[in-house]
Nanobody, 125 residues
Framework: VQLQASGGGLVQAGGSLRLSCAAS????????MSWFRQAPGKEREFVAA????????SYADSVRGRFTISRDNAKSTVYLQMNSLNPEDTAVYYC???????????????????WGQGTLVTVSS
């Protein structure tokens, strides 16, 4: 699976951004898709995940209620709508894919076989 993330940029605190991750190469709807992020000097952390059917979602506590993950299997694309952004959300955001036809959602980076190149989100105060 090849993953291409896009949609990052510079936004003021309180603003919104929508990230996209386009997948190609294999059957998209057998994969749990997730977003992770890594801020400078910090470890990569889980943000949100969605099962292949879209019926199982998981969010980090830090983004729950502000971020929404969704997917369009017909377009082989996963999205991350980010609202009420704050400077602590500044990071490189990565999409990742885990082969999971049973719809299992995991939050550990090591479980994911495929990663996109990352897109930078910068939130100014």
């Amino acid at each position: 699976v090849q993953l291409q993330a896009s949609g990052g940029g510079l936004v003021q605190a309180g603003g919104s951004l929508r990230l996209s991750c386009a997948a190609s190469g294999r059957t998209f709807n057998s994969y749990t898709m997730s977003w992770f992020r890594q801020a400078p000097g910090k470890e990569r952390e889980f943000v949100a995940a969605i099962s292949w059917g879209g019926d199982r979602l998981s969010y980090a506590d830090s983004v729950r209620g502000r971020f929404t993950i969704s997917r369009d299997n017909a377009k082989s694309t996963v999205y991350l709508q980010m609202n009420s952004l704050n400077p602590e959300d500044t990071a490189v955001y990565y999409c990742a894919a885990d082969f999971s036809p049973l719809g299992v959602v995991v939050v550990t980076p090591g479980a994911y076989e495929y990663w996109g190149q990352g897109t930078l989100v910068t939130v100014s105060s």
